[in-house]
């Protein structure tokens, strides 16, 4: 018997450091050499860990939430095989948990009987969380993959009620509690970080403006009467990101970061526009770049792809990181009035309400029109009120004369 010690591997992109996100083993368990051990949050994805040896766990680093540093010890293994840290065999690369699918190729091999009675589920971190969030118990689903291995369609299939659930006798005798704990990390701690960062730092300036979308819901519909039955449809987000993107050419204040390093302002020609998207593991923001040369369709359907890629954990770092300013709708929940905060190190947020019909005074007339209200915050440290305020004015006279939008 030999002693074998996994050290946190070098994840790229200048990492020091890693939380624990996640163990699928615990000390004692039998592993084959590939199987998946756990998973480490760094601050842009979850990476799932699989064991270059095959052995039994006989210490782990630390718990869920615990931070570890680049070649500090992780998991020990006691194996069969002469290897020892300092002589290890090659270590496989890490594996995004995020690219996990159906049908995707993934190393087969045959179930141990310590596998079979461990009671594992071998999943995701991406899948696990999103259980836990919808109160799923993982034990009751069946999965498609290598040693039953649950994916996300296997998942997905549960939720819609056509997959084949499984017995299980610790599920059945379990009873509700009365009180859930949940740690709070990974994606989520990355989050509650950020957030609590901008509320500090920032002295946020909300300004709530409403606008008549009356005619550019006529374009919309217009538009979408002469889609095809299979193609999307457009939604409000574009004409609004259009509409963005022409206004802050005449407020390069607001399309901006601040570097506080440096302690300067870093003002951008090019809008780079942040798509706040909630996905099943929290809020992310793709990034849907040079918003200011789409065309309509064109910007439509990258909102779409990237929020779409966001939810299923599919989106690229490089498409993850870069916004100059973000929009956050909450689509058909809407409401009346939000406060967002601001993206850091963003200088500003637009925030969409719900559109609603309502009666309205035009003329001296009451008359129904569709009103919607956008809801921003702004960096008062950078963005003057007035400023703050005449941009959103631009941005709502060209949402209320729609055709302005598409005018040099």
């Given at each position: 018997?030999?002693?074998?010690?996994?050290?946190?591997?070098?994840?790229g992109e200048?990492?020091?450091?890693?939380?624990?996100?996640e163990?699928?083993?615990?000390?004692?368990?039998?592993?084959?050499?590939?199987?998946?051990?756990?998973?480490?949050?760094?601050?842009?994805?979850?990476?799932?860990?699989?064991?270059?040896?095959?052995?039994?766990?006989?210490?782990?680093?630390?718990?869920?939430?615990?931070?570890?540093?680049?070649?500090?010890?992780?998991?020990?293994?006691?194996?069969?095989?002469?290897?020892?840290a300092?002589?290890?065999?090659?270590?496989?690369?890490?594996?995004p948990?995020e690219t996990?699918?159906?049908?995707?190729?993934?190393?087969?091999?045959?179930?141990?009987?310590?596998?079979?009675?461990?009671?594992?589920v071998?999943?995701?971190?991406?899948i696990?969380q999103?259980?836990?969030?919808?109160?799923?118990?993982?034990?009751?689903?069946?999965?498609?993959?290598?040693?039953?291995?649950i994916?996300k369609?296997?998942?997905?299939?549960?939720?819609?009620?056509?997959?084949?659930?499984t017995?299980?006798?610790?599920?059945?005798?379990?009873?509700?509690s009365?009180?859930?704990?949940?740690?709070?990390?990974?994606?989520?701690r990355?989050?509650?970080e950020?957030?609590?960062?901008?509320?500090r730092?920032?002295?946020?300036?909300a300004?709530?403006?409403?606008?008549?979308?009356?005619?550019?819901?006529?374009?919309?519909?217009?538009?979408?009467?002469?889609?095809?039955?299979?193609?999307?449809?457009?939604?409000?987000?574009?004409?609004?990101?259009?509409?963005?993107?022409?206004?802050?050419?005449?407020?390069?204040?607001?399309?901006?970061?601040?570097?506080?390093?440096?302690?300067?302002?870093?003002?951008y020609?090019?809008?780079?526009?942040?798509?706040?998207?909630?996905?099943?593991?929290?809020?992310?923001?793709?990034v849907?770049?040079?918003?200011?040369?789409?065309?309509?369709?064109?910007?439509?359907g990258?909102?779409?792809?990237?929020s779409?890629?966001?939810r299923?954990?599919?989106?690229?770092?490089?498409?993850?990181?870069?916004?100059?300013?973000?929009?956050t709708?909450?689509?058909?929940?809407?409401?009346?009035v939000?406060?967002?905060?601001?993206?850091?190190?963003?200088?500003?947020?637009?925030?969409?309400?719900?559109?609603?019909?309502?009666?309205v005074?035009?003329?001296?007339?009451?008359v129904?029109?569709?009103?919607?209200?956008?809801?921003?915050?702004?960096?008062?440290?950078?963005?003057?009120?007035?400023?703050?305020?005449?941009?959103?004015?631009?941005?709502?006279?060209m949402l209320?004369?729609?055709?302005?939008?598409?005018?040099?």
């Amino acid at each position: 018997m030999s002693e074998y010690i996994f050290k946190l591997p070098d994840l790229g992109e200048g990492m020091v450091e890693a939380e624990i996100a996640e163990w699928m083993v615990k000390v004692g368990d039998f592993v084959e050499e590939e199987d998946p051990i756990g998973a480490v949050m760094t601050d842009k994805a979850a990476v799932e860990l699989t064991t270059p040896v095959t052995g039994k766990v006989t210490s782990l680093a630390g718990e869920p939430g615990d931070m570890i540093a680049v070649g500090a010890p992780l998991i020990v293994f006691e194996t069969d095989a002469q290897v020892t840290a300092d002589n290890p065999v090659e270590t496989p690369a890490p594996v995004p948990a995020e690219t996990e699918q159906a049908g995707q190729p993934q190393p087969v091999a045959e179930e141990t009987p310590e596998e079979k009675h461990s009671g594992k589920v071998l999943t995701s971190p991406s899948i696990r969380q999103h259980a836990r969030e919808v109160g799923i118990d993982l034990t009751r689903v069946s999965g498609s993959g290598p040693r039953g291995r649950i994916l996300k369609a296997d998942l997905d299939k549960y939720l819609t009620g056509d997959a084949t659930v499984t017995d299980s006798p610790k599920a059945s005798k379990e009873l509700p509690s009365a009180i859930t704990e949940i740690k709070v990390v990974g994606l989520r701690r990355i989050i509650a970080e950020r957030m609590t960062e901008a509320n500090r730092e920032v002295p946020h300036f909300a300004y709530v403006e409403e606008v008549d979308v009356t005619a550019l819901e006529s374009l919309r519909q217009h538009l979408n009467g002469k889609r095809a039955a299979d193609e999307d449809k457009l939604t409000l987000l574009p004409f609004i990101g259009l509409a963005l993107a022409r206004a802050l050419t005449h407020f390069p204040q607001i399309n901006a970061l601040y570097d506080r390093e440096k302690n300067v302002i870093n003002q951008y020609q090019t809008v780079h526009l942040g798509i706040a998207t909630q996905t099943p593991a929290g809020l992310k923001v793709p990034v849907v770049r040079n918003c200011e040369s789409r065309s309509l369709n064109n910007l439509a359907g990258e909102i779409r792809r990237l929020s779409t890629a966001a939810r299923d954990n599919k989106a690229t770092r490089d498409e993850l990181t870069g916004s100059t300013i973000t929009i956050t709708s909450l689509g058909k929940v809407g409401g009346i009035v939000t406060t967002p905060i601001i993206n850091l190190p963003e200088v500003a947020i637009i925030g969409v309400n719900k559109a609603v019909e309502r009666p309205v005074v035009v003329d001296g007339k009451m008359v129904i029109r569709t009103m919607m209200n956008l809801s921003s915050s702004f960096d008062h440290r950078f963005v003057d009120g007035y400023d703050a305020a005449m941009m959103i004015q631009q941005v709502k006279d060209m949402l209320e004369q729609p055709a302005t939008i598409f005018m040099d």
